[in-house]
């Protein structure tokens, strides 16, 4: 991450609203843990490049289930308050096609996120 404070404030909220919490702290980085899996945002020292860019080779977004369309739509309506804006507004929340209710947001550094709802159809 180009900015580890800001980056505390975007990834720690929605992070946190998600069910993780905070596993670890150091001086450039921290890490979220929910159940076996965990999720890191560090500060390098070694920065190649102050920018994200998903369209390069490397990551492109991160997609995390969300207990139902309600919780996805209060992520929604609070993120640009955390350090989020929407992508694809106009197609928002089907994006992702008819039947995906999702949010594609991205924070200041240009990481992207999708939030796609649960439903009986994606657990079958």
Not at 23 to 40: D, E, K
């Amino acid at each position: 991450m180009p900015d580890l404070d800001r980056a505390v404030l975007s990834w720690g909220w929605l992070l946190s609203e998600l069910g993780y919490t905070l596993f670890q702290s150091w001086s450039a980085g921290r890490s979220w843990r929910l159940g076996p899996t965990y999720i890191v945002v560090e500060q390098s020292p070694d920065l190649t490049a102050a920018d994200h860019d998903r369209r390069r080779p490397g990551l492109n977004h991160l997609a995390f289930h969300v207990d139902g369309t309600h919780l996805v739509d209060a992520l929604t309506r609070q993120a640009p308050y955390h350090g989020w804006a929407l992508l694809f507004p106009d197609r928002h929340p089907n994006a992702g096609g008819p039947n995906h209710h999702a949010a594609y947001l991205e924070d200041s550094d240009g990481f992207e996120v999708e939030l796609v709802a649960i439903s009986e159809e994606t657990t079958r």
